[in-house]
Every structure is written in structure tokens, then in C-alpha cells.
């Protein structure tokens, strides 16, 4: 990892970190919130994330602006800072004119587009299911039932391991995707990789939403929580760009094509 | 928290010839073996087939030159066993050997048992079983109650019942898990590994267990007044707690975790080819989509394995989900595949169908339970 990276994550940490807990869960920023977190997100340089360095970004490796990407996935804020990520992006790539403010979605996208914004949000998910993960973990060890900590229970630890686990497979399935970008750039086999990495962390964002809630008990629930600032995020975000069944067809249908013969192949090769 | 990421390595032009070379090598050895055989995955013992594996230098290959090994990467180690397990190869005559045993004489051997053993194993004319399970220490190993005292002549004198030995019944050594002094009671102090001849120690009956599909592959290993040599102390005496969870990181963290029911994805796929249902695709991807990933996390525990660190909670995330998603396996496929489950059948979906059912409750049991491993996992993330 960079030096300039490192420096890119902290200052996003801090960052994205106080516009979080400036938000109230449920409640919509204010006229001055939203006026002043958005033009901290600007100064910082953030919607130009994703941008090359000559075109006015970072010039970040590829796997560290996905990292920074997961750092906003980690930080509900209020703000749609990916997807102006995204807008500027595109912009910039078609000759438009670069988007003015935020940018609640990128518009219409071509193919090359469509699986570079699905991996974005692949990275973004995998963020927020670190926050589920923490979130849970913090509440479980706080939390006092029947006279010891949640924690103590073993159906609870399990529950929390088989959470870890899914978290754990969804960064191998997105660091995977941006893997292959890096070394093979779009075409075919980003394509299979990015569905590879949608068709998996759509499925962890299922069971970890289920789990979290499950382990959070009614507090979870309630609109003052965090925790559904994360799920209900999920319950939207592994849906586009691509839904979840949209793309476990597209790694299915290339599976069949190739079929019995050639699918060992097709696995080492992914 | 810092999230756990495994770091897997890009496949390189030396791990493309060497795959290569492996899967001419199997289309060829394994030409007449049917698919109903290759389900048996990594149960299938053939003396034959793993001294041929030997002879081209695919067992024991990143041990040192001087014990027959080739010094070649853990990368390059990963490819050979999992174009084996994919393929369906006979490989336990050689398996444990290679995966637990060699691994473990290397690091805790003397010379004299590394010059003895480790280069019979790199020839495949070496077959290891596995003494740490007992009739009343499953999950609780540290509960093992089989006992080697330390006689007068230096030499050991063992009492005790090993069971669910795999493949004891041919097995030439045994690493044996057993206390060395004081009691259950103590439970990890007191406790060392002994290597057992298999085939010349008086005093050692080996008994066999079958299978709820009438397989034999277990076997009950009676020790009584059974005599070893001084020199069978593997290791330190009294660390053999430490030593066994070494051993058991080797037998958690490899690809059979994933990949022992694979032929039953493989015949679906056969049976759906040129299928139109969108529901065989999305069911077919997502199955594909957990294997790849399984994978990429596998790769990564190998990684982390040669860079010398203790990957044990990846390990155990790997065979939890590699686990789940093979047991998972047979209902998918009969949800798309209107044909019964018959191990008779000529057909082989079928076939392998019905043996892939019967294996599947072994999955989370072998080698660590669901609920053991969970607990691992659980210790990681600070709640016990």
C-alpha cells in the first residue's frame, strides 16, 4: 500500500466518520448538514476518487480506490458519495460535462460501465457488512441477558462466526473482481468476475442483514439504530446494478455453455 | 476490526506448464475410472497410482531435496492436489502422508526419522493414518485417554483404543496423539506424539469400522501392551497439544474442504448442458460463484501457510463454508434434476447423486466439527 493512499484513507475515515455520527438514523440531514458535509466531501477531492490522477483524481492503484470505496460502505452518511463517484467517472470517460454536486445515480451505463459500477458497489457492500459485523459484535459483548454478556451464549458466538465467515467470503469475492480488472482490464473475464462477486456478496448480504437483526434482538429494529442504516442499504444496493438474479444467470449461463467438460477449466481459470 | 482477507496468488507460467502437465498425466491414469469411483474423492486408495505420482516428483514437492521432496512452492503443491481432487484420483495411500504426516516429521522429526520416512512418502510407497480421535475424545481431543509409559530400557509401553481410523487397515505409520504422563484431568499438559509402525508392533490390533454405506475406511485401533522403540517420541515430550494443533492446521486448510463432493457438480452440469431454464442458470451460477470463491480463499490460506504465519481461523472459515456448500449440494441438484438418487444406477447422475447424499453428513464432521470450528472463529472475534 502507498504512502498517498494511506493519507487518502485516514483523512476519508475522519471524514466520512463525523458525517456519520452527525446523522440521525431515520431523520433527514438538515438544509445546513447537507450543505456543509457536502462541501467537505468536495474539498477533500472524494467524488473524484475514482477518476484517473490526470483527469483530476487520486491516482490511487486500482485495489487501494477500492479499498477507499469500502471505507465509504463502512460510513452511512446521507450523502450519495459512490455514486457521484461513479458520475464523475463516466463522465469524464464520454466527454460529458462534469456532474455539479452530488448525484443520486450515474444514468444510463454501456456494458464496460454497468460492471465497473457493479464491482464499486461489490466493494461498497463489502464495507457495510464490516460496519454489520461490528456493529453486531459491539452490541453482543455490551448487551446483559440472563445475567452475563450475549456473548457468553454459544448459539450466540455461532451465530456471529457463521456472520464473520460471510464477510470474510464477500472481501475474497471483491478483492477477486478487482484482481482480475487490474491485471486483465474489461472485457469477458471482468465481466464472469464481477458476477462471480455479485452472485456471492449478494448472498452475504442476505445472511448477514438476517443475522445482524436476528442478534441485535428489537433494538436493532427501532428507527434510531444504525444498524438498519446498513441493512437496509444492502436489502437495495445487492440488487443494482445488475440484480442478484441477473447476474448468478449471467455465471450460470457461461457455465452451461461451456458445460461438463470444460468446467474445471472454467474454475481455475476464474 | 481489521477484516480478514485472503491474499491468493496469480497463477504464473510455472503453475500453468506444471497444471498442464498434471491433467494430461490424470486423463490418461485415470481414463477407465468412472465417475461413480471418482466421487469417492479422496477415500479411493491405490498403492499404484500413488507411487506414480511420486515418480514424477507430485507428493512431498516443497520439502527439502534431501528427504525426496523438490523444494517447489505451496502454490505449486496446491495445483497438483486440487487437479487430483478435481479429477477424482485415488489418492489416499498417499494423502495424510503428504498433507499432515511428512509436514509434521519435517518440523518435529529427528534426523534419523526424517531420513527414514520422508523420502518414502515423496515416493508415494508410504501410507500414513491419523491417531487422535478415541471412543471418548471426539471434539474434546484433549480427553484422550490412551496412555505410552516410558520403561526402563528408554522404550514405551501403550495402552489405550483409537477410533474412525481412516484407512488404518492399511496404513504403514501413525503419528499417535496420547498421554505421556498424569491425567485426563490435566488436559493439554502431559501429552506427546509417538510414531507407530503399523505393520511390526507387537501388542497393536487393528479392528475395522464400517460406513452407513457399508464402506470400510474406519477402523478401531487397539493398543494393548503394545511396545515402541525409544526412538518413537516425535517431537518434545509433553508438547503434544501444540504439536497436534500444528498438525490439525495442515488437515483443516486444503481444498478437500470444498472439493470432495465435486463430481456431483459436475455430472449436474453434464445432466443441465443445453438447458434453457433460467432456474438451472441462476442455480448453476450461484453454486459456480461459491466454488470460485471458495477457491480464491483457499489459495489464500496456502499463501498465508508458506509466509509462515498460523492461518487457523481462515482455515476454519474455509472448511465451515466449503462444508456448507457441499452439503448443500445434493438438494440443489435435486431440485433441478427430476431422477432419483440410485447408486446402482448406470446412469451417473444418479449414481453419484445417491453416494454424494449418504457422504454428505461426514462433511462437518471430518477432521473438526461444524460447531468446533465455529467456536474457533468465535475465539478470533474476541467472545470467548
Request: glycine residues 10%; aromatic residues 8%; charged residues 20%.
Amino acid at each position: 500500500m502507498e504512502d498517498i493512499s494511506q493519507v487518502v484513507f485516514d483523512s476519508a475515515r475522519r471524514l466520512l466518520g463525523e458525517l456519520a455520527d452527525g446523522m440521525t438514523p431515520g431523520a433527514p440531514l438538515s438544509d445546513r448538514q447537507r450543505a456543509d458535509g457536502w462541501s467537505r466531501i468536495e474539498e477533500m477531492g472524494l467524488p473524484l476518487a475514482l477518476m484517473d490522477e490526470d483527469k483530476g483524481g487520486f491516482g490511487l492503484p486500482l485495489a487501494d480506490a477500492f479499498e477507499l470505496v469500502k471505507i465509504c460502505g463502512r460510513h452511512i452518511t446521507g450523502f450519495p458519495l459512490v455514486e457521484t463517484m461513479l458520475a464523475h467517472r463516466f463522465a469524464a470517460a464520454s466527454g460529458k460535462p462534469a456532474p455539479d454536486g452530488p448525484v443520486e445515480a450515474p444514468g444510463e451505463l454501456q456494458t464496460a460501465q454497468r460492471d465497473y459500477a457493479a464491482l464499486t458497489r461489490s466493494a461498497q457492500m463489502t464495507g457495510a457488512l464490516d460496519a454489520i459485523l461490528a456493529l453486531t459484535i459491539a452490541h453482543v459483548s455490551d448487551r446483559r441477558q440472563f445475567g452475563r454478556p450475549l456473548s457468553a451464549f454459544q448459539a450466540v458466538q455461532h451465530s456471529l462466526a457463521v456472520l464473520a465467515s460471510e464477510v470474510a467470503a464477500a472481501h475474497a469475492a471483491a478483492d477477486h473482481a478487482t484482481g482480475v480488472l487490474a491485471q486483465h482490464g474489461e472485457g469477458d473475464a471482468f465481466t464472469l468476475a464481477v458476477g462471480i462477486a455479485r452472485t456471492r456478496i449478494g448472498e452475504a448480504c442476505s445472511k448477514a442483514a438476517s443475522l445482524g437483526h436476528q442478534l441485535h434482538g428489537a433494538m436493532g429494529y427501532a428507527r434510531e439504530h444504525r444498524l438498519h442504516l446498513y441493512t437496509t442499504a444492502l436489502w437495495r444496493w445487492r440488487d443494482e446494478f445488475g440484480t442478484q438474479l441477473f447476474w448468478s444467470r449471467e455465471v450460470g449461463q457461461r457455465v452451461l455453455a461451456a458445460g461438463r467438460d470444460r468446467f474445471w477449466p472454467m474454475v481455475t481459470a476464474a | 476490526m481489521t477484516p480478514l482477507t485472503f491474499p491468493a496468488p496469480v497463477e504464473n507460467a510455472r503453475t500453468e506448464a506444471l497444471r498442464a502437465e498434471v491433467r494430461g498425466f490424470l486423463a490418461e491414469a485415470l481414463a477407465s475410472r468412472a465417475p461413480l469411483e471418482r466421487a469417492e474423492s479422496w477415500n479411493g486408495f491405490d498403492r499404484g497410482f500413488s507411487r506414480a505420482m511420486g515418480q514424477r516428483g507430485w507428493l512431498g514437492m516443497t520439502w527439502p531435496r534431501r528427504y525426496g521432496g523438490q523444494e517447489r512452492t505451496a502454490f505449486e503443491r496446491y495445483v497438483v492436489i486440487e487437479e487430483t481432487l478435481a479429477a477424482g484420483a485415488p489418492v489416499a495411500a498417499h494423502w495424510i502422508a503428504d498433507r499432515q504426516s511428512g509436514p509434521t516429521l519435517l518440523r518435529y522429526g529427528t534426523e534419523a526419522q526424517k531420513q527414514a520416512i520422508l523420502p518414502r512418502i515423496a515416493a508415494g510407497e508410504c501410507t500414513f493414518c491419523i491417531g487422535m480421535s478415541e471412543p471418548d475424545a471426539g471434539s474434546d481431543l484433549a480427553a484422550v485417554r490412551t496412555r505410552a509409559d516410558r520403561q526402563g530400557d528408554g522404550s514405551w509401553r501403550v495402552n489405550g483404543t483409537k477410533l474412525w481410523t481412516t484407512y488404518a487397515h492399511e496404513a504403514d505409520y501413525m503419528i499417535l496423539f496420547c498421554r505421556t504422563s498424569g491425567t485426563p484431568a490435566d488436559r493439554h499438559e502431559g501429552t506427546s506424539q509417538l510414531l507407530v509402525d503399523m505393520k511390526h508392533t507387537p501388542g497393536l490390533t487393528v479392528f475395522p469400522v464400517h460406513d452407513l454405506m457399508g464402506q470400510h475406511h474406519f477402523n478401531e485401533v487397539h493398543f494393548e501392551d503394545a511396545r515402541l522403540p525409544a526412538d518413537a517420541l516425535l517431537g518434545t515430550e509433553g508438547s503434544g497439544w501444540t504439536q497436534v494443533m500444528g498438525e490439525l492446521a495442515y488437515e483443516r486448510s486444503g481444498p478437500e474442504r470444498f472439493l470432495s463432493s465435486i463430481q456431483l457438480l459436475i455430472e449436474l452440469i453434464g445432466a443441465l448442458q443445453g438447458s434453457e431454464s433460467e432456474a438451472a442458470r441462476s442455480a448453476i451460477g450461484r453454486l459456480f460463484s461459491h466454488l470460485v470463491t471458495l477457491r480464491h480463499m483457499s489459495l489464500g490460506v496456502a499463501s498465508l501457510l508458506e509466509k509462515g504465519e498460523n492461518p487457523s481461523v481462515h482455515a476454519a472459515i474455509v472448511k465451515d463454508l466449503g462444508a456448507t456448500f457441499e452439503q448443500d449440494l445434493p438438494d440443489i441438484a435435486r431440485s433441478l434434476v427430476d431422477a432419483r438418487p440410485d447408486l446402482a444406477s448406470t446412469n451417473d447422475f444418479c449414481a453419484v447423486l445417491a453416494y454424494t447424499i449418504m457422504a454428505s453428513p461426514a462433511f462437518s464432521l471430518r477432521g473438526g466439527t461444524r460447531e468446533i470450528l465455529r467456536g474457533i472463529i468465535a475465539r478470533q472475534l474476541g467472545l470467548r
